[in-house]
């Protein structure tokens, strides 16, 4: 543990999984209190055991991050009960289902650009009024390599991440002077419950991960650093920024 986000709080959505696991536990070892949101319970109660088992504050708090009531009331419980939000790493999506532009379902497009575009506003939406109030803070969405490049079979979840590239950028604008850094990652293939469900969907090839210039897969804790990273201080002039976390893949 370090203390360099000694006294601060972070919230982190998705986090009862995954890359928002990670980095609910990377806010602690930094010295934040966390909270973790999530609308998996048992997921999500685990990752706040697991950071005060390693001597770090959390509480999880359930929260369906594609309606507006639940986002506000999970900013006011944060709030009751830290006092402050400081670091918000908007992370939680869904990948769905895999289909061309053609015969996508449009029960399918609904779901994954509500839950992963309208739910990351939302979450900014509401976080942003609370760091105006306090003079500042630091906003990380999870964007994706495929909000940058296509990928074929996924059109809503490319879309999705491309609005949140683009949401990313707008809201940077308007808050820089009010103190509020907003950007996003943009991870590349990352070894997940999500990228496990992908790769076991008919067409799906995994020979295809073989071509990543750094030779694997990613990890969680990979994109997590770069999360950390950029709502310290050492990035304090980093705004509207996509931090690609790839292994090379967009670089080709
Ligand atoms: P994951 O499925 O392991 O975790 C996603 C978490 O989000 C889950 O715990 C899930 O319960 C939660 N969630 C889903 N819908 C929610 C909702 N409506 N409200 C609250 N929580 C909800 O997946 P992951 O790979 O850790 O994905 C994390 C983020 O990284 C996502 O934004 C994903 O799109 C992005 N991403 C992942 C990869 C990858 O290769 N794994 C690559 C690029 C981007």
């Not at 419980?77 to 532009?101: K, S």
């Not at 030779?215 to 201080?233: D, F, K, M, N, Y």
Request: proline residues 4%.
């Amino acid at each position: 543990m370090t203390s360099q986000f000694h006294g601060k709080v972070a919230l982190v959505t998705g986090a009862a999984s995954g890359i928002g696991r990670a980095s609910a536990l990377a806010f602690a070892r930094e010295g934040a209190r966390v909270v973790v949101a999530d609308i998996q319970v048992a997921g999500g109660e685990e990752t706040a055991q697991m950071i005060t088992s390693m001597g770090g504050e959390a509480l999880f708090i359930k929260a369906d991050i594609s309606k507006a009531a639940e986002v506000e009331e999970l900013i006011r419980q944060t709030v009751t009960h830290y006092g402050r939000l400081d670091f918000a790493h908007n992370n939680a999506a869904v990948e769905g289902i895999i289909a061309p532009t053609a015969d996508y379902p449009e029960d399918d497009w609904d779901r994954t650009i509500t839950t992963n575009l309208k739910g990351t506003w939302l979450c900014m939406k509401y976080e942003i009024r609370q760091m105006l109030q306090q003079g500042g803070g630091a906003i990380v969405n999870t964007a994706s390599v495929v909000g940058l490049v296509g990928a074929p079979g996924l059109p809503a979840y490319c879309a999705a991440k491309g609005g949140v590239v683009q949401l990313t950028k707008a809201a940077a604008i308007e808050y820089a002077k009010a103190g509020i850094r907003i950007n996003a990652v943009c991870p590349g293939s990352i070894y997940t419950p999500m990228l496990e469900r992908l790769l076991a969907q008919p067409g799906v090839e995994a020979s295809a991960l073989a071509t990543l210039p750094i030779g694997r897969i990613g990890t969680p804790e990979e994109v997590a650093g770069a999360v950390v990273w950029l709502c310290s201080a050492a990035a304090s002039y980093v705004i509207g920024h996509l931090m690609v976390v790839d292994g090379g893949l967009v670089a080709q």
